[in-house]
């Protein structure tokens, strides 16, 4: 069992979620049940599912929560390119989210592959 606070890519993770709910807090209202919804979930879910594999038995039930939360990283990637294609937010407000994705989606792939060993 791990701490989960203690954990960078947790707390990246709960970074991420807040500027995620910044950005998408200037969606228009009618998109509130819609990508607002979906993107705020996806944004969530990446440390919420790093804090469940922490609290888990075995590094093997771990590894599988950080799989999930990397598909959640991917899924929030896609969606905030969606926003950007559908002009509900800039290429500059989004790209630094992407960047702090990719280095999340790099520190998970290092936890499994330690998982793994």
């Not at 993107?39 to 038995?57: C, D, P, Y």
């Amino acid at each position: 069992m791990h701490n989960f606070q203690n954990l960078k890519i947790w707390q990246k993770a709960m970074d991420i979620a807040k500027k995620v709910y910044l950005l998408s807090s200037q969606f228009p209202s009618e998109e509130k049940y819609g990508l607002t919804s979906q993107i705020r979930r996806s944004a969530i879910s990446i440390a919420s599912n790093i804090a469940e594999g922490a609290g888990r038995n075995t590094n093997g039930e771990f590894k599988n929560f950080l799989g999930i939360a990397n598909g959640s990283s991917n899924e929030l990637c896609t969606q905030l390119i969606l926003s950007y294609r559908l002009n509900l937010i800039s290429e500059d407000k989004i790209q630094p989210v992407i960047e702090e994705l990719i280095e999340i989606q790099k520190m998970n792939y290092t936890l499994i592959r330690k998982f793994s060993s």
